[in-house]
């Protein structure tokens, strides 16, 4: 029989806004990802709400379409590791999760962007500051 409690945590019944928004592994993995862009935000519960939260006033749309692709890339991660827990017995991390998704969203941006590139380690330091650097002539 398959079980309709959440994977990660064992806690509540696994809905789509239990696994993307208020299970407590998402939760800090979100955390980390506002820590990271140095951010204080309203924390939704519903994804769609929570995907629109990811927009930062005063910034150029770049900003906002880069950070738009790290909350894709934080739920991707979420649903990999997810099914990784499911059907090989893995051990959820929620820092190896918000690593891959930091690792996965700046290899997007960089694939997608070649008027100007800025290394792994200074999109981990300092990624607002990378992000406003990008290349806006396309859009």
Sequence with gaps: MTSIMCCLCGEEEETTSH?????????????????WMRLVATYHRVPK???????????????NWIWSGVWIAVVGELWFHRNKRIFRGDKINHFEIFTLAQMKAWSWVQSKERGRSFSYSDGCLEILICMKSVNTARR
């Design 49 to 63: 709400k929570h995907f629109e939260s990811f927009r930062i006033s005063g910034v150029k749309e770049i900003v």
């Design 19 to 35: 696994l993307f928004c208020t299970c407590r592994v998402p939760w800090l993995v979100w955390s980390k990802c506002y820590e």
